[in-house]
């Protein structure tokens, strides 16, 4: 796996969304310092593995300014890096995951590396330097790019909010989970569902589309529950008073029986898990396999007990069967 060439790409699309970000300079930290772990290897210099680790500090400072600039919405030009690693740790500004990420590196390199300067790193102390820093800013550039899609589709909604609204109001009478349900469908018909590169993308597009037709149900992002076999991180938990639905989001060119089977059982497990009265999962072909608005959305309920639903919205383009 070409970890380089994937935090690359991520690199480039939080730089198309906010153009003045600095982002690319923090990936080419990242390739200076792969490249003085492989000189280091090479030439038995480990000398080269101080180098590494100097430039994965740049790295982690540099994705924390830049994360500082968008996700706590705050100008880190005039902020020393370690208010700013404060601010971040002490604000939950990271998802959980990142912050896991965040709190290893800082542990075991950033700190060691700034209070002792006669310290020295071993070519496996590089090696997992690389791996982690790599890790936290492709995680954490893919929570700022989240954070930059969910602003510009609620502020291109706006126009469309009273609208969206009203829809949402003719249903007002029903449960919970039916309106979820409502509203799945007709994000998926929408503009919206297509404005996304990839999965993580689309997720943003509807939790901005949910947040402006139904600013009544509180939204949770990849919430934390567990059952008897371990953590479980659903997309999306939507509750109204003591109601909650689960709602996972997939991005698929094709979809079959035994994934349709697959997905569902997931759903089950979420759903069960989090107590909730039911769960949807929406399927939706990648933007290049769709021409213009879906022609076919499919609908598949499954009962889970006397009083839970699990229900797979499917869309299919134009010309699939």
Known sequence: ?????????????????????????????????????????????SDLFDD???????????????????????????????????????????EERVMELFTNYRRKWRNPSTHDHVGTFTESEAFLAILSVTAFVGMLMDQMVERLVFDQQELQLAE?????????????????????????????????????????????????????????????????LSDDFGTLHPDLLLREGEDVAVVEVKRLRRW??????????????????????????LITPPPNARESEPEHIHVVVETLGADRMLTAIHVAPKGAA
């Open 160 to 224: 469309q909010a009273d609208q969206l609204r009203q829809g949402l109001d003719d249903h007002r009478g029903e449960p919970l989970f039916d309106r979820v349900v409502y509203l799945l469908q007709t994000f998926a018909g929408s503009e919206s569902a297509t404005a996304g590169k990839n999965e993580l993308e689309l997720l943003a597009s509807l939790r901005a589309y949910v947040h402006t037709a139904a600013p009544n149900i509180i939204v949770t992002h990849e919430p934390l």
């Open 256 to 281: 079959s029986g035994p994934q349709r089977r697959s997905a569902m059982d997931q759903l089950k497990r979420y759903v069960t898990a989090a107590n909730a009265i039911g769960g949807v999962v």
């Open 52 to 94: 590494v680790i100097y430039r994965t500090n740049h790295a982690f400072e540099g994705i924390l300014r830049e994360s500082y600039t968008i996700l706590a919405e705050q100008e880190s030009a005039n902020v020393q890096a370690y208010a700013i690693e404060q601010y971040l740790a002490e604000n939950s500004i990271f």
């Open 1 to 45: 796996m070409d970890t380089l060439s994937i935090i690359m790409s991520k690199a480039e699309r939080l730089a198309e969304l906010l153009p003045e970000s600095g982002i690319l300079s923090v990936v080419r930290h990242i390739e200076v310092a792969e490249r003085h772990y492989t000189t280091g290897r090479q030439e038995e210099e």
